[in-house]
């Protein structure tokens, strides 16, 4: 059957649909179970709450970041088959936004009040990045995946040992993570030049301490 094809203002609509759900929308459906869901809920002080909440909301933008890059690359990636395998990725990082989301939930807490900043930032960024042609665009997978593996190693470090829901989403995510970027350089991804590197991590730095409060 022949695919069918959107105009562009189509493709607008859709792309605004899309935003609205992530950043305000219900909790999308997951396609795994919680990682979280085989473990008791700890027992935690409130500035250990509070803290956890802080990192989970940050990983939840995180997540809201990663949602709106995969659309941005996916508008602008030229190859059908690079398209696919993004959507795949973005498909996965579906289940962490979800997970994310009902864990602050359970923390009695929120997301980041400047999701739709981020949203429409890494949308921005994704775009681009898939205008750069698809080696570009796949090595600037590969490397953010890699920052957030880093990053996620940094956030295990520092939960509460008790939280054990926590913890079983990010690990799975790091996992996912891990092979998110595998799978990018594995398609043609090229590496990055350092300087580009070096304002990913800055922006992700920004993003990651507003977050955390806000
Ligand atoms: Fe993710
Ligand atoms: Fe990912």
């Known amino acids: 059957m022949k695919a069918r094809e959107y105009s562009p203002f189509d493709q607008l609509l859709m792309q605004v ?15 795994r179970a919680n990682p979280a869901e085989e473990f008791p809920e700890a027992a935690l002080a409130a500035n250990e709450q509070r803290q956890v909440a802080g990192l989970m909301r940050v990983d939840h933008a995180g997540e809201v970041s990663a949602q709106a890059l995969y659309q941005g690359q996916a508008l602008t990636a030229k190859l059908a088959e690079v ?6 990725a973005a498909l996965e990082e579906n289940d962490h936004l ?9 923390l009695g807490s929120h997301t980041s009040v ?12 994704g775009a681009l990045a898939g205008l750069a042609g698809d080696k570009w665009s796949l090595g600037f997978v590969a490397e953010t995946e890699r920052q957030v593996v880093k990053h996620l190693e940094e956030h295990l470090e520092r939960l509460p040992v008790q939280d054990r829901k926590s913890r079983a989403i990010l690990e799975q995510m790091k996992e996912d993570e891990g092979r998110h970027a595998t799978a990018a350089l594995k398609a043609g991804g090229g590496e990055l030049p350092e300087p580009v590197r070096q304002l990913m991590r800055f922006t992700s730095k ?8 806000l």
């Open 206 to 213: 920004l993003m990651t301490t507003t977050a955390y409060y």
């Open 98 to 106: 979800a997970w994310c989301n009902q864990r602050l939930a359970e």
């Open 17 to 31: 649909d899309k935003a609205v759900r992530t950043v305000f929308g219900a909790p999308p459906i997951s396609e």
């Open 83 to 88: 398209r696919g395998k993004m959507e795949r």
């Open 114 to 125: 400047l999701n739709p900043v981020w949203y429409a930032g890494s949308f921005a960024i």
